[in-house]
């Protein structure tokens, strides 16, 4: 063959392409690469959760010492004041409510700044003498430690409030009079202005909050910045939600603090004793706890994204010199063989069609009359070469769907296919003496698919049928439609198909024993492309079969919209 | 008696459809290449040329092109006449000027002879 000639035909019947994409395996590939990679990622995320688990236990530990030292100190201040009030409550100025007793108190309130008041209250709970000048005459009645100093039988401590814009906790002792009845309550009010102090002393660390807060949600003290705050009520504030939750007398918990930065919160009551305590509670912020975890994450992120570049730089090059190179090398055997196969095909078609056609005239006589036995030899041959030029054209067939050839689908007539190829097949079918019935419809069946696939795909189940059924036996062509499908349906009276060798009818190549054994022709393609072109075209196929009672073999396709115009069939040659 | 010029390097299938072309009235001029195909057209003026597209020296479509470049034969009607059956082929034939295009493999001898008929009716 010149090499012009081999050149030209190369190109025209190299149909290559396989059914999966290179481009696809190399993402998988790299995929595979990146994935080696996860744990390492797993680690820096687990590795933030251990930063924020080590802030709050930072927070745990630190700032729960440090609140409770609040708590301790204010204990202190609290634990003084019992003896106070008891040597208060027997001082003859205040049993006797001698007129000396105001400035008593007034000398002693001098001496101890951290007291807001310090006095004596009646059994009616006018304040008859008085440290600061203001409380006399008024009515405590209505204060908590004096009704619970009264209700209880000794020292009992009042509620934590802000009254007049000073955050204060009162005291209260009862004492008898002279009479042995009740004298009244001697009281002191401690001036909450310490707590603020004690946090100045604790010295808290930067962009951290003191706070207490009592189960109303009114801020009692508050230090940085305890003027804008203390007095203020804010039940709803997260910090006061969260508190008001908490099922322990001390813990640790996130939320916004009343700034409304985030913050980490370490809280204690600050009377334990007492059940309506408040609390007293500190706050970290948490951007700053969390600083330094953020930095080693960002640069643990930006040296991992660095090593998953290398690693897929690594791949990519390793993947090409180890898997992709070899993996293109061997589509380049497959496609080579392809067009092998597909050359040699075309190239068979020309020498058969040469001994056709010279069979053809001599048959035909127009070379002059033959004797009966030249004319059955001649004969012979011809079936011979059209065996040949089936087998030739299976394989190009074959061929053009494994090397991904696309079908050409379009609109086109199941029925007038069907017809052409058993007017293709009546020479054969009169030859053996069968008894061939077709229906066709009605009307025509109109399915979307390649129209020169699709008869082939009829004439290699008629084919089969013709083939296997013994001379004088009967075959059948129907195409009908309905439900939405043209069905076409062939059934012989032939070998059948023996039971054990049913699920492997369609495979490439196959044929089944009993065919084997009396038909040397046949390539064991005609049915696994069937297969493959209905299936293309959106179509199902089967059979049902009895060995030496005969096959149904029938396939069915979408019915599509009628063509506007009938007999528009575009026809390929 | 209708000239057909058929341009085809198989012997075999020259002489087959050469008979059969006679059989049916015609008078078959043979050429084997390209180069022959172009100066049997000048000379002869056949009423049509049968254009395998597999050729030695020259290929089917560079001869369908030269064909219809000369004023001398671009009035002779051409039938490409190949094995190959794809459409780009088809489409490129008939780009050419190509009157029809028959794949050889599928037609018997008759059905040829059948359409050189129709073509010259």
Redesign the interface.
């Known amino acids: 063959m010149p090499a012009e000639r081999r050149q030209e035909g190369t190109a025209a019947y190299g149909r290559t392409g396989g059914s999966w994409s290179l481009a696809g395996f190399r993402l998988r590939l790299l995929l595979l690469a990146a994935l080696v990679l996860l744990p390492l990622y797993i680690q820096l995320i687990s590795g933030v959760f251990g930063e924020y688990a080590a802030a709050r236990g930072e927070v745990r530990n630190e700032g729960l010492r440090v609140v409770r030292l609040v708590a301790l100190q204010q204990e202190h201040a609290v634990a003084a004041i019992k003896p106070l009030l008891s040597v208060l409550s027997r001082l003859p100025d205040v049993v006797n409510r001698l007129p000396t007793c105001s400035a008593y108190m007034e000398r002693l309130l001098k001496d101890n700044p951290g007291f807001g008041d310090v006095g004596v209250a009646g059994p009616d709970g006018v304040i008859y003498c008085a440290g600061d000048s203001r409380s006399l005459g008024v009515s405590a009645a209505d204060k908590s430690w004096f009704t619970r100093a009264l209700s209880g039988t000794g020292f009992a401590a009042g509620d934590y409030d802000v009254a007049s814009g000073k955050q204060s906790v009162g005291f209260g002792l009862p004492f008898d009079g002279p009479d042995g009845s009740l004298g009244g309550v001697v009281y002191a009010t401690q001036d909450l202005d310490t707590l603020n102090e004690i946090a100045m002393r604790v010295s808290l660390p930067a962009d951290s909050v003191l706070t207490v807060v009592d189960r109303g949600g009114t801020i009692l003290s508050r230090y940085p910045d305890p003027q804008h705050w203390v007095g203020k009520t804010v039940p709803d504030a997260p910090l006061v939600q969260a508190l008001r939750g908490a099922r322990l007398a001390e813990g640790v918990f996130e939320a916004p603090g009343l700034t409304g930065v985030p913050r980490l919160f370490a809280f204690t009551q600050l009377d334990p004793a007492t059940a309506s305590s408040p609390y007293v509670t500190i706050g970290y912020a948490r951007d700053v706890l969390l600083a330094g975890a953020k930095r080693d994450f960002m640069l643990n992120l930006f040296g991992l994204a660095a090593l998953t570049l290398i690693v897929l730089l690594l791949a990519w090059s390793g993947g090409n010199y180890l898997i992709i190179d070899q993996i293109r090398a061997l589509q380049d055997v497959e496609r080579i063989k392809a067009e092998f196969v597909s050359i040699a095909s075309h190239q068979l078609r020309t020498p058969i069609t040469s001994l056709r056609w010279a069979n053809e005239l001599l048959m035909s006589g127009t070379v002059g009359p033959l004797t009966p036995e030249q004319s059955g030899l001649i004969g012979q041959t011809d079936r011979t070469l059209k065996d040949l030029q089936a087998l030739a054209n299976d394989l190009l067939q074959v061929n053009a769907l494994d090397t991904g050839t696309q079908l050409h689908p379009e609109q086109t007539d199941l029925a007038r296919l069907a017809r052409e190829a058993a007017g293709e097949l009546s020479l054969e079918i009169g030859k053996k003496g069968l008894a061939f019935s077709a229906s066709y419809g009605d009307a025509p069946a109109p399915v979307i698919a390649d129209p020169l696939f699709l008869k082939q795909t009829i004439m290699n189940l008629l084919a089969n049928a013709v083939r296997y059924t013994p001379k004088g036996g009967a075959v059948s062509l129907a195409v009908e439609t309905g439900r939405g499908e043209a069905r076409l349906t062939v059934v012989d009276r032939g070998l059948g198909v023996p039971e054990a060798e049913k699920p492997r009818i369609f495979e490439r190549f196959f044929r089944a024993s009993n065919v084997r054994s009396r038909h040397s022709a046949g390539s064991g393609l005609g049915l696994y492309l069937a297969k493959a072109v209905v299936e293309r075209s959106g179509g199902r196929i089967g059979f049902s079969s009895r060995e030496n009672e005969g096959s149904t073999f029938w396939f069915s396709l979408p019915l599509s919209k009628p063509a506007p115009a009938a007999g528009s069939h575009k026809k390929r040659a | 008696m209708n000239k057909i010029l058929l341009v085809e390097d198989?012997e075999?299938?020259a002489?087959?459809?050469g008979?059969?072309l006679k059989?049916a009235g015609f008078e078959a001029l043979v050429a084997e290449d390209g180069e022959k195909a172009l100066k049997t057209a000048v000379e002869e003026r056949p009423a049509l040329i049968l254009l395998d597209l597999?050729?030695?020296v020259m290929?089917g479509f560079k001869v369908l092109e030269h064909l219809k470049k000369d004023g001398r034969t671009s009035g002779i009607p051409v039938a490409v006449f190949s094995?190959?059956?794809?459409?780009s082929?088809?489409v490129e034939a008939k780009r050419l000027g190509a009157k029809a295009?028959?794949?050889?493999?599928?037609m018997?001898?008759?059905q040829v002879v059948d359409e050189v008929r129709k073509l010259l009716a």
């Not at chain 2, 295009?101 to 599928?106: A, I, Q």
């Open positions: 198989n075999s299938l002489l087959s459809l008979i059969a059989a597999f050729l030695p290929d094995v190959l059956s794809q459409d082929d088809k295009y028959f794949v050889k493999s599928e018997s001898v008759q």
